[in-house]
């Protein structure tokens, strides 16, 4: 039985609260944004800093590092550094959040 272990298999096994699966994506766009140097305007940093406030370490950082992103998942959702690479895999394998999967490496 071939099995592709996808961000949302990944996501279910998770069984985060609906909010807590909103403030996740957040975060990844967030990230993404500021890896490919997509422009965050004021209207989106205030968003971020209102909605999420516990996000707004990303929006001051001058760069994105890898423990900042495990940091912050670890922090906010307590998920274990093999579970952030299960899913990072996950991303990986289904084609999402492309520019953080490649900043993340192999795990």
Known sequence: MHEKHTYYDWLIEQNVSPDQQSKLHILLYLLSDKLTGDLITAEYDRK???SVPEFAHI???STITQELVY???EL???FSKAS?????EGMRK???FAKLTE???QP
């Open 84 to 88: 952030i690479n299960k899913m990072i």
């Open 71 to 73: 940091s912050t998942l």
């Open 94 to 96: 289904q084609g999402n």
């Open 76 to 78: 906010n959702f307590q």
């Open 59 to 61: 929006l001051d950082a």
């Open 48 to 50: 971020i800093r209102d």
């Open 103 to 105: 900043f993340m490496g």
